[in-house]
């Protein structure tokens, strides 16, 4: 079983659509990321979560500790949102590596 | 200035002959991490190292090797190549547990 899993695996979107993609993990963390990794492969940081609830322009991230949970959102996606995110965590004592998930692939159609 | 590159881009090399990829910074970051994305599976710990000379091994370390000589750079060696070590190679740095990480964009290799 995989410590990290995400859902959807795909996700098909209008503009304009509120957009939630999840991640839950099986083990103790220090720390959560959401990253984005678009077409050209780049990988660029989003969000590092420890509690509670972070935002940033249209994107915002939440996570619960005791569920083992966190979810990212999208307000009035658009277009250019399109990519793959994917939630990575920092097992406790782990000297910062980090657990991945296997990414959410977002497209959202004009 | 990225604050990280990598080193070469894209690479195509032949089965049994010996690789180098070469992670640079310029944060000065004490944790430095080899990666690898293959489809199916998320992003892959290789190795990593946590100071000049101080390197461990991750999830999918067999068939290679790393150094670290200065806080700037950290070399990943494929010593003999194979195909199953065609992937993409992500190279990333923090400065610690806890702190952000930055990737860099990614090294293309192609082993044939």
């Known amino acids: 079983k995989n410590e990290v899993e995400q859902s959807p695996q795909n996700l098909t979107a209008q503009e304009g659509e509120f957009i939630t993609i999840n991640c839950s993990y099986s083990?103790?963390?220090?720390?959560l990321h959401w990253l984005q990794q678009h077409p050209g492969g780049g990988i660029v940081s989003l969000f590092m979560?420890?509690?509670g609830k972070k935002k940033h322009g249209r994107l915002i991230a939440t996570i619960n500790i005791q569920e083992k949970h966190s979810s990212l959102h999208i307000t009035a996606s658009h277009p250019r949102d399109s990519a793959v995110y994917i939630c990575?965590?920092?097992?406790?004592?782990?000297?910062?590596?980090?657990?991945f998930g296997k990414g959410t692939k977002l497209s959202v159609k004009p | 200035d990225a604050g990280i590159t990598q080193s070469p881009r894209h690479k195509v090399t032949e089965t049994g002959t010996p690789v180098t990829l070469r992670c640079h910074q310029t944060?000065?970051?004490?944790?430095m991490y080899w990666y690898r994305q293959d489809p199916g599976h998320g992003l892959r710990l290789i190795h990593y190292?946590?100071?000049?000379?101080?390197?461990d091994k991750g999830e999918v370390s067999d068939g290679y090797s790393v150094s670290r000589s200065k806080t700037e750079d950290f070399l990943l060696t494929l010593e003999s190549a194979t195909s199953s070590q065609t992937s993409v190679y992500f190279c990333?740095?923090?400065?610690?547990?806890?702190?952000?990480?930055?990737f860099g964009s990614g090294t293309r290799l192609t082993v044939v």
């Open positions: 990333a740095i923090s400065p610690g547990n806890n702190y952000g990480y930055t």
């Open positions: 083990v103790g963390i220090s720390a």
């Open positions: 979560l420890s509690s």
């Open positions: 990575a965590v920092i097992h406790g004592g782990s000297q910062g590596n980090l657990i």
């Open positions: 944060e000065n970051h004490r944790y």
């Open positions: 190292s946590y100071g000049v000379k101080d390197t």
